[in-house]
């Protein structure tokens, strides 16, 4: 199952959207958001986008009522769910993980510091970088193998 992973895309909709699409010209079936979406219309665009979805808040996400109103998919983070057999961690911010959750997981996925980064420590830890492309200059995205547990960052 392959799953495209995104963060940090503070409003940028014309780069969330053309994520959004080249993810689901790679096949994805899931696409995890590691937070930093700012506002519901941002949130909109994976809920239109048909491919089921799971995201965590993070430290910019202002409207979390209106974005509770769009979808049941956005959780506290750090939230744990299985997928393809395999245990995922999303947190916004690695550092604020606690020790157990991190250990449990098969895969961590993170955002925050939008610098993407693919690394085997324990569970896969992956951080997409940033989808707005405002702080690093180009929108990058991740894609997630479970069967095999391999990612590769992507540039859009």
């Given at each position: 199952m392959l799953v495209g992973i995104l963060s940090d895309s503070h409003d940028n909709v014309p780069m969330l959207r053309a994520a959004v699409e080249?993810?689901?010209?790679?096949?994805?079936?899931?696409?995890i958001h590691a937070g930093d979406f700012v506002a519901?219309?941002?949130?909109?665009?994976?809920?239109?986008?048909?491919?089921p979805f799971t995201g965590?808040?993070?430290?910019?996400?202002?409207?979390?009522?209106?974005i509770r109103s769009l979808t049941p998919h956005v959780h506290e983070p750090p939230h744990a769910f299985e997928l393809g057999g395999r245990r995922i961690v999303v947190v916004h911010d690695a550092g604020k993980l606690p020790a157990p959750m991190r250990e449990a997981a098969d895969v961590v996925v993170c955002g925050h510091t939008h610098r993407p980064?693919?690394?085997?420590?324990?569970?896969?830890?992956?951080?997409?970088?940033?989808?707005?492309?405002?702080v690093m200059g180009k929108c990058t995205v991740a894609v997630l193998d479970l069967d095999?547990?391999?990612?590769?960052?992507?540039?859009v």
């Open positions: 080249h993810l689901r010209r790679l096949g994805v079936e899931h696409l519901g219309f941002a949130v909109k665009i994976l809920v239109e986008s048909g491919i965590v808040f993070g430290n910019n996400d202002g409207g979390k009522v209106r980064m693919v690394e085997q420590n324990g569970a896969l830890v992956v951080n997409p970088g940033e989808c707005c492309g405002w095999t547990l391999e990612a590769s960052i992507v540039e």
